[in-house]
């Protein structure tokens, strides 16, 4: 009759606002899956075209997820870029963490510091990328007073302050010149690697390893009580 196809219309009604106010539930899982491809997709168009002139779209097309879908992650490129340079530093800084606490001495520790640079090729050109997108969100970061905060607070809890305590440790057991400001060289040897791995982003014929192979003789030679 025609009061029970109303009925039945009625019914179906109720179950397609239901589905609009409750959108499907989506396992932890499935979101840290989803975020993996956003961030994998944007640091592939960072490097591609730069961070300033990639655009969110350009995430979407690479990575086929929705804009919607995306922002529901993130609140802007900005956000984007930290995440992902604070997932990467995270997981390295454990990494580096777990092989440091097995040396033994302060000297031992610096100079594994050192080799993982040393053993580094910047010219391949996954490196070449990370270096160009990180050194452009630094500029682009400038003009901004609390992307500047984050990243100077990114930078003293994952890199000075590692190599601080390292000296500070190597002070206390005798290895260390007491006149070393472990602050003071905890910048300068994030500074002199810094320069030379920016060296290589632009200069193909820059003699790397040559250059952090002096540097390293130098740093030690300096700290190191002889």
């Known amino acids: 009759s025609f009061l029970n196809v109303l009925h039945i219309i009625y019914n179906q009604l ?18 840290e899956k989803k975020k993996k491809e956003i961030l994998s997709s944007a640091f592939v168009c960072f490097a591609k075209k730069g961070f300033e002139v990639a655009t969110i779209n350009d995430i ?11 922002y ?17 530093t995270s997981q390295t800084y454990d990494e580096l963490n777990q092989e440091i606490s097995k040396k033994t001495s302060a000297i031992d520790k610096l100079n594994y510091l050192f080799d993982i640079y040393l053993d580094l090729n910047p010219f391949i050109e996954e490196n ?9 969100f630094k500029l682009h970061s400038s003009r901004n007073k609390e992307l500047t905060e ?10 000075i302050s590692q190599i601080t305590d390292i000296l500070k440790d190597g002070k206390k057991s005798g290895e ?39 540097i390293k003789k130098m740093f030690i030679l300096r700290v190191l009580v002889q």
């Open 72 to 88: 529901n992650y993130f609140q802007s490129k900005d956000d984007i870029y930290l995440e992902l340079m604070s997932t990467e």
């Open 128 to 136: 070449k990328a990370r270096f160009s997108v990180h050194l452009e």
């Open 150 to 159: 984050r990243l100077r607070n990114r930078r003293h809890k994952y890199f």
């Open 14 to 31: 109720l179950i397609l606002k239901a589905e609009i106010i409750m959108p499907p539930i989506v396992s932890d899982d499935y979101k």
């Open 176 to 214: 260390i010149k007491q006149d070393v400001n472990p602050e003071l060289f905890a910048d300068l040897f994030w500074s002199m690697v810094d320069g030379v791995v920016s060296q290589t982003i632009v200069y193909e014929d820059y003699p790397y390893h040559e250059v952090l192979k002096e």
């Open 60 to 70: 979407v097309e690479h990575s086929g997820i929705s804009k919607g879908a995306i």
